[in-house]
């Protein structure tokens, strides 16, 4: 069968691939062009698509023959999940694979925020690091203080089970509250979306993108934070109302925050790359070998089971087939 493969993925794996499909895949380390991937899709079975990409209704409408999406990625707010439906197509994602590689990036921008590892390491490489003293450089301490974790799934437990070396108390906020061994297990607390706010040292976001969490972040909820917080995003951009966040971060409340994730990627809202008290990372909370050959390969079983017409393991949609 055809496959279309968007993003530059381990030879190896292609090879694999090349095994037993037609592919046709990206070579380059940046996202193949709209354009492109609707030319390359009209013929193709089978799409490992990357979250760079945006496969709508319009897209789909042009490969009458695709039966199978793997998604190289957790996050699928880039596909439109209903329309693949309609049409008979499987979708599938890589969940739990990133889990430990996303929560490590929360806390290194907890952690990086709060105790201004960005700015120190600026200062020493400008030669501007003249003498030590006690009131230079100081952050603010993470040990000890209350956590508020939005979206307590896989990745924002891991977050809670890291948290627990800093001695950090931790508060959570979710659709539904988990079972309660799991919340002893975890030493969460269970409180609504204010609470969380006005209670929380550092307020994590986690939560899939949809419709009920666009904007979930905005200028209200940005006022209940303490003056003294920072705010973490490994999420999704839009999560936030960036604009609001500048303004507020402006106005010093919150303190601060760490973001891998922008509203308009790859673009920044005007003025956050201006200020000092935030840490601001390329969406890289996936980012290490180790965990991309996991997603890599995960995408591969899938596409081939789906291509297979088997139903793909981690697959999104289901009633059809
Ligand atoms: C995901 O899997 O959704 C991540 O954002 C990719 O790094």
């Known amino acids: 069968m055809k496959v279309l493969v968007t993003g530059k993925l381990p030879d190896e794996i292609i090879s694999t691939l090349n095994q037993r499909h037609d592919v046709v895949a990206n070579r380059?380390?940046?996202p193949m062009p709209?354009?492109?991937v609707i030319e390359q899709v009209r013929d193709k079975d089978g799409l490992l698509c990357m979250i760079t990409d945006r496969i709508d209704d319009e897209l789909m409408e042009q490969a009458p023959g695709l039966r199978m999406i793997a998604?190289?990625?957790?996050?699928?707010d880039h596909i439109d999940l209903a329309s693949a439906t309609a049409r008979g197509i499987w979708v599938s994602n890589t969940p739990g694979v990133l889990t430990d590689a996303t929560a490590e990036v929360a806390l290194a921008l907890i952690l990086s925020v709060a105790r201004r590892v960005v700015e120190g390491d600026a200062i020493v490489r400008t030669g501007k690091f003249g003498n030590w003293a006690p009131m230079l450089f100081l952050g603010t301490e993470v040990s000890g203080k209350t956590l508020g974790i939005v979206g307590l799934g896989q990745i924002g437990k891991a977050v809670a089970r890291r948290a627990?070396?800093?001695s950090m108390r931790i508060l959570y906020h979710n659709r539904s509250r988990i079972p309660e061994d799991e919340e002893k297990a975890l030493n969460a607390t269970y409180v609504d979306l204010k609470t969380l706010l006005s209670e929380s040292d550092f307020v994590s976001?986690?939560?899939?993108?949809?419709e009920q969490s666009r904007h979930l972040i905005g200028p209200e909820e940005l006022r209940l934070m303490k003056p003294t917080s920072y705010l973490i995003n490994v999420s999704r951009g839009p999560v936030i109302d960036e604009t609001a966040l500048v303004a507020a971060l402006q106005d010093g409340r919150p303190a601060g925050a760490g973001l891998d994730v922008y509203e308009n990627?790859?673009?920044q809202a005007p003025g956050l790359t201006d200020l000092s008290n935030v840490v601001l990372l390329p969406h890289v909370g996936s980012a290490t070998v180790e965990t991309r050959r996991r997603m890599a390969s995960l995408a591969v079983e899938n596409l081939l089971q789906g291509l297979e017409g088997t139903p793909p393991p981690n697959r999104l949609n289901c009633g059809f087939r």
């Not at 998604?71 to 699928?76: A, I, S």
């Not at 976001?205 to 949809?210: D, E, M, R, Y």
């Open 28 to 30: 380059f380390d940046f």
């Open 34 to 36: 709209r354009e492109e």
């Open 71 to 76: 998604n190289y990625g957790v996050g699928y």
């Open 164 to 166: 627990a070396g800093f």
């Open 205 to 210: 976001l986690h939560v899939s993108l949809n």
């Open 265 to 267: 990627e790859p673009e």
